[in-house]
């Protein structure tokens, strides 16, 4: 067993917060993750996280191993070293990239798939790149081209090196348009990585099984039955989570109730405003996801309703010229410190220009916005209130 | 006359230590200024500028009357705090791009030509993009290809909108590869601009005047003598400054003794290590430079002699994979917060993967680097020492 202890503090229905203790800090959930694949929460220092009071990191194996490599990070006294992040930090395992560099690069899909959208204007669409067999996956390096591979052994040994606070299995993350035949083949193969992944970890690492099988009741029940079994220092739940947001909440509603009650369960890849609500509500303590850095970088900012678009109001694109000379800052009701200095139009005009500052700033904005939602959710939880914020948030436009 | 107070503090031979009281603050000069061409100091926070100590920075006139424009800055309340930076600024008056976009790109040179090294491999190079009359300067706008005009009464204009506490006249900075007969005739222009903007201006910005005629003594020497006759609040140098560093030092050598003894001097676009000494040396107070902010972003580090490179000593080049596995820090005897917390490993990875934290950490250095040359230097006149300095800077290796 590795260094995690969770501590269920209150709970309103399955909602419920937590205090997660890990190696590096004790974190406070249900919490957000800001993603920092390459050893970096994009365009932000870790001054800007501490400020923020981002408690948890997570970081990618996959990106990591290939630059600059597990020896080198290990060499530099491990990632919390090497990033200067002296807090939790979690590595997924790379499957993930199993179906990003695989079959979500040749579906040109996400981890939900919506029919009718499409996907192939917006996501990367091509040939995967990737192999997979009992052993593991094989890699095509995205700098050189060079093989690579990741088993379970490897996938652990690397992130042994890397030295998170939590670490995941090896896993396929399947897609939502692959069939129930392959979906179970699958299953099968990482219901064995984890195993083994469980048998190879000797550290004091906190190793989290991964449940899959897509958006099949059998599969999903079978998988969360079968993870549950062995004795994980925490949970996820891996994607793909289907057709809908139904689908998604399916996924939730039959896989949560089989999890051990008093372990911390984390939803993959997941959490923008809508999802995170519906996702606490089931019982979900933790979520990690590259929307808010993401969205800084296309220029959106993240906005309260009422202020936001009838069809999309979390979210204003700063880098449209209506905003040019818009003396407001990013959002009129936000206390973070670049809504109290900058107008919208001095970050348009940083944007407008490739001004790295921009993306700075943005990118602060936004995480501060989901890291306050996260608080006014624990404090809500709390406070028996849930319900109350879930409707103030999501009704109101 | 604008309101600008200085007072010198100590000299030794011709360099000087002083206070210069501007509207936003009081700079201790000698001083090198941050560029912050398009009011921002490129990959970095106004935090990080106040964390180095920053005492003023400069602005660029012809960047920010195309993008966003004056009126929007004036609308925002001035640059200070459209930019949210309420310590002195500079504008320059748009006379440079009258170079950089006219003559120095089809002469594909800086404003000091070295012979024999070639330009125009590192310069970019091409037809000049701008006219010139007696009536002002013909631009083309870098965004749109638009026509733009700048006048001295429009530079001026410009300039009060932005509301920096120091401003420039508008004048030809001329190329080194001009002949005589050209700059001759420039120069009779750049005076005539100069008496203008001085008639014009009625805010309390402090108008500085700038002495040009490239790097013939006769020239120079009218015109400082004539740009001293004019009761500007501080004056400047201007390029071209010849074809090698000894052309420069002429240059200043012919002009600081004529200009007041009792008024700011700042040597345009001039900042590298030894260019600072020698002009500190014959009396120049104050500097610009992108050079600390541009070598970043091309992934150099400045480090202090002896452990620099032989041909360059002040800098490395730590996007080089012989740094890919260094524990050190950036800069060994550095004391600023990036060489406490990071190894070059890390920054190393930051550039080869393009992450802006890289460009973040590697300008905060680099302007440290600078900032601390400066007060180390102006603490060496303070204390007779000077001499000693310099050559403790220039002669280890």
Redesign the interface.
């Known amino acids: 067993m590795g260094f995690l202890r969770f501590q269920i503090k209150s709970q309103q229905n399955n909602a419920r917060t937590g205090l997660l203790k890990l190696k590096h800090g004790t974190v406070k959930t249900p919490e957000l993750m800001p993603v920092a694949t390459?050893?970096?929460v994009?365009?932000?220092?870790?001054e800007d996280l501490n400020k923020l009071g981002a408690q948890i990191l997570i970081c990618n194996t996959y990106h990591l191993m290939l630059?600059?490599n597990a020896d080198?990070i290990s060499?530099?006294g491990g990632l919390h070293k090497?990033?200067?992040w002296d807090k939790p930090l979690v590595t997924d395992s790379g499957g993930f990239q199993a179906f990003s560099l695989g079959l979500g690069k040749e579906h040109a899909v996400g981890k939900i798939y919506f029919p009718g959208q499409n996907y192939k204007q917006s996501k990367p669409h091509g040939k995967s790149t990737i192999r997979l067999n009992n052993k593991g996956i094989y890699f095509r390096s995205i700098y050189d081209n060079s093989r690579q591979f990741l088993s379970p052994e490897k996938s652990i040994e690397i992130q042994e090196k890397l030295g998170a606070d939590m670490i995941l299995v090896l896993d396929e993350c399947t897609s939502p348009l692959s069939n129930k035949e392959y979906t179970k083949k699958s299953l099968e193969r990482t219901h064995k990585w984890a195993k083994k992944c469980l048998d190879i970890n000797k550290t004091d690492q906190a190793l989290i099984g991964i449940v899959q099988g897509g958006h099949w009741e059998d599969l999903r029940k079978t998988s969360a039955n079968y993870i549950a079994s062995l004795n994980f220092d925490g949970y996820a739940i891996g994607g793909s989570l289907g057709k809908s947001k139904k689908d998604m909440h399916n996924v939730l509603d039959w896989v949560i109730p089989l999890l051990p009650h008093n372990k911390p369960r984390h939803l993959l890849g997941i959490g923008v405003v809508e999802d995170i609500f519906s996702s606490v509500e089931r019982g979900v303590d933790l979520f990690d996801c590259v929307s808010p850095t993401r969205m800084a970088r296309s220029g959106y900012s993240h906005i309260c309703p009422p202020l936001g678009k009838k069809k999309n109001k979390f979210r204003i694109k700063i880098k449209s010229i209506i905003y040019?000379?818009d003396?407001q800052p990013l959002d009129p009701n936000c206390k973070c410190k670049v809504c109290k200095?900058?107008?919208r139009?001095?970050i348009?005009?940083?944007l407008?220009?490739n001004?790295?500052?921009g993306?700075?700033?943005i990118s602060f904005h936004n995480l501060f916005f989901m890291l306050e939602l996260m608080r006014e959710i624990r404090c809500s939880i709390d406070e028996n209130s849930f319900q109350n914020s879930k409707k103030k948030w999501l009704e109101k436009s």
């Open positions: 390459k050893a970096t994009k365009a932000l220092t870790p630059q600059p080198i060499k530099m090497f990033m200067n040019r000379s003396q200095s900058y107008s139009a001095y348009n005009h940083l407008k220009t001004e790295l500052l993306y700075n700033l």
